[in-house]
Each structure stands twice: as structure tokens, then as C-alpha cells.
């Protein structure tokens, strides 16, 4: 499908990751963009080709370097994307690719003792224990997966822990702000008559990772607002779903403690043994974007070639 000229995605966080892997797909079939983004000056040598490539390709781009979670700076960019899209334009998506939130433990990491096939592989073979451990490490930074149960464990911060306000925080910027920017298109009468609204969970919504709570409690909370606005938002023609990828090489998973064991254990599940990209959650972004979509309403999409069923580590 290639999007008519009137038609828009308004895209935040879309500068990295899922949201600029979206962009470049839904440019590609030729729709307008408003990707906002909140970046350092150093970050914009890597972000300023990305989007020379997306103008290239013959769509408005318009970019907001700004604070999506503010509620006056979202009211600015609205301003800023109606005048863009002028009397015709429409946002026929929004996509909410916030990656803003606490990655801290909840109580001071106390670690259960067990015994270790290492020290006894190194005697086994005569030699040094610390040296194999270090040579294991490298070899498994390296990605070699099949080191992980001898790998050491992952090191979590230990100065400062979760509290209310980590949560707090963490679940508007991941979860429920995604309210508030529907609830603002839509009074301002800027969605297309059939819009699509889409946010981003993960597998933390069901499991738990160290340092993650927060987080997935922003998924949670991600997944339940998207459900109510599915039903009372459908009467104006807005559907809403979310998109569940697999583990991916993002900068928001490189933040995360321990995030080589993850993607190490990912691609032990995953039946086709790799990662999910960000060019596999776009495609879909992308389908739940077109005509053929429409009756889409109310989902958890997962998008990981299976990972999520796979029971398998071999």
C-alpha cells in the first residue's frame, strides 16, 4: 500500500530503535512524518543522516527535538504538526516509542551461592580458574551463546533502588502518556477518520528480569490503557493496538543490566536462533498501518518469529 499525500504518522521516539526503523518503513510507502525525538547535540552527528534519508524519499519530514512528556511542549508540537499538514493533512498513526525509564533493582541484589561447573572444568583441565573464567567472558561478550551458563553473572547497581516515584515516572513516560496524545489528536480533530494508535510492549510484561520492574510495570499499564481506548475510541475511528517485539538490539536494551544474557537466552529460544530487529517490528507497524488492517482493534501483536512459544534452548 502506498499512503496518500494527506496522511501522516506522528512518531515519538523516532530518532533510534523501533521508531526510526518505522519511519523508514512507512516513508518507503510514502507517508508523511512527525518524529519527535529528545536527543543530545553530540547524538544528532548519527541522527541528521537518517533523516537527509527519509527527505530523500520524497515525504514532509518534520522533526521536533523536544520533551514528549511534557504536556505544554506537546501542545507546541501539535501546533507545529497541524500547521505541516495543513487544512488536508491527517495523522492516520501515531506510534508511541517512548523509551524512558528506570532500570534499577527493587531491593540490593543478595546472590545464592551454587556450584559452579567452571572451577571444576578448570581443574579438570589443569588449569587456572580466574583465567578461564576471564577467557569465558570474552568468548561470551564476543557472542558465543553457547558460554552462557558458565558466563559470570550480570553486575547491577547496587547504590539506589526503585521507589514510588521511579514507578511513577516510568509508567507515565512508557505507558499512560500515550493518553494524553491520543485524547489531544483527537480533540484537535487531527486524526484521519481511520487512524491507527500503536504502543510497544515486551515479554516483561509477563516475566520478570532483574532491574525491569518499573518497566514492565509500564507495559502493563501500556497494554491495559490501550485496551479501553480500543473500545471508546473505535466510535471516531481510531483503532488501537500494541506491538509485542522480541528481544532486540536496541539502545533501550543496551541499558538494560545484564542485556548479553538476555539476547544470548533469546536466540537459544528463538526457532530461527536470532534476535528480532527493528525492521521486523516496522514491517508490521507498517501492515497494522494499511486499509487491510482495519478490523485489527484491542490486540497484543507479537512480532518475534515464535520466540514467546518456544519452549527450546538448543
Known amino acids: 500500500m502506498t499512503f496518500s499525500r494527506d496522511q501522516w504518522a506522528l512518531v515519538l521516539g523516532g530518532s533510534s530503535g523501533f521508531g526510526l526503523a518505522s519511519a523508514h518503513k512507512l516513508a518507503a510507502h510514502g507517508m508523511n512524518l512527525c518524529l519527535v525525538h529528545r536527543d543530545r547535540r553530540g547524538a544528532m552527528a548519527r541522527i541528521e543522516p537518517e533523516f537527509a534519508a527519509l527527505r530523500a524519499t520524497g515525504v514532509e519530514l518534520v522533526s521536533i527535538n523536544a520533551d514528549a512528556l511534557d504536556a505544554t511542549t506537546r501542545g507546541e508540537i501539535l501546533d507545529r504538526l497541524a500547521g505541516a499538514m495543513g487544512t488536508d493533512g491527517r495523522v492516520r498513526l501515531l506510534l508511541h516509542s517512548i523509551a524512558f525509564g528506570n532500570l534499577k533493582l527493587?531491593?540490593?541484589?543478595?546472590?545464592?551461592?551454587?556450584?559452579?561447573?567452571?572451577?571444576?572444568?578448570?581443574?579438570?583441565?589443569?588449569?587456572?580458574?580466574?583465567?578461564?573464567?576471564?577467557?569465558?567472558?570474552?568468548?561470551f561478550a564476543g557472542g558465543l551463546d553457547e558460554l552462557l551458563s558458565l558466563a559470570s553473572a550480570p553486575d547491577y547497581p547496587s547504590s539506589a533502588f526503585l521507589d514510588e516515584e521511579d514507578f511513577a515516572r516510568t509508567i507515565h513516560a512508557m505507558g499512560t502518556s500515550l493518553v494524553g496524545w491520543t485524547q489531544d489528536l483527537l480533540g484537535r480533530g487531527l486524526f484521519a477518520a481511520d487512524a491507527r494508535v500503536i504502543g510497544l510492549?515486551?515479554?516483561?510484561?509477563?516475566?520478570?528480569?532483574?532491574?525491569?520492574?518499573?518497566?514492565a510495570a509500564a507495559k502493563v499499564a501500556l497494554e491495559s490503557v490501550a485496551r479501553g481506548m480500543a473500545v471508546e475510541m473505535a466510535p471516531y475511528g481510531v483503532r488501537v493496538n500494541v506491538v509485542q517485539a522480541g528481544i532486540t538490539d536496541t539502545p533501550a536494551l543496551q541499558a538494560i543490566p545484564g542485556n548479553d544474557h538476555l539476547k544470548a537466552q533469546a536466540r537459544a529460544r528463538n526457532p530461527f536462533k536470532r534476535l528480532t530487529t527493528p525492521r521486523d517490528v516496522a514491517d508490521v507497524i507498517y501492515l497494522l498501518a494499511t486499509d487491510e488492517a482495519a478490523w485489527i482493534n484491542g490486540e497484543v501483536v507479537r512480532v518475534d518469529g515464535g520466540e514467546h512459544v518456544s519452549g527450546a534452548t538448543s
Open 106 to 139: 527493587l531491593v540490593r541484589e543478595r546472590r545464592i551461592e551454587r556450584p559452579r561447573a567452571l572451577p571444576a572444568l578448570a581443574a579438570a583441565l589443569g588449569v587456572d580458574a580466574t583465567k578461564l573464567a576471564s577467557e569465558v567472558d570474552r568468548l
Open 201 to 215: 510492549t515486551s515479554e516483561g510484561n509477563t516475566v520478570a528480569w532483574k532491574g525491569y520492574a518499573a518497566v
